[in-house]
């Protein structure tokens, strides 16, 4: 059995930062992407950032220059650090997990709401 389970969302003012983190535990032996996504309220859910286990890494172009995904991979966690936030960042930011045999494991999720 797989667990994976985010932590660091809260409520912060625009300009703010929040450092996000993810930690897969359980049977899993290697962890190929790891990936964060969040969905907005009436918003279909969105890629935000991915890393391969060899450190490259993808940004959605609203987040580039503002937030940096990291890993490690000793500890099977993955970070997500966000500054400058923006109002429009708010959402439930959740964690994906790919193996090296292409399954997916998800955590429940953890809410980011930013103020103007």
């Known amino acids: 059995q797989v667990q994976v389970m985010e932590s660091g969302g809260g409520l912060v003012q625009a300009g703010g930062s929040l450092r996000l983190s993810c930690a897969a535990s359980g049977s899993i032996s290697r962890i190929n992407i790891m990936a964060w996504y969040r969905q907005a309220p009436g918003k279909q859910r969105e890629l935000v950032a991915t890393i391969t286990s060899g450190g490259s890494t993808n940004y959605v172009d609203s987040v580039k220059g503002r937030f940096t995904i990291s890993r490690d991979n000793g500890k099977n966690t993955v970070y997500l650090q966000m500054n400058s936030l923006k109002p429009e960042d708010t959402a439930v930011y959740s964690c994906?997990?790919?193996?090296?045999?292409?399954?997916?494991?998800w955590g429940q999720g953890t809410q980011v709401t930013v103020s103007s």
């Open positions: 994906n997990c790919r193996s090296g045999w292409g399954i997916d494991y």
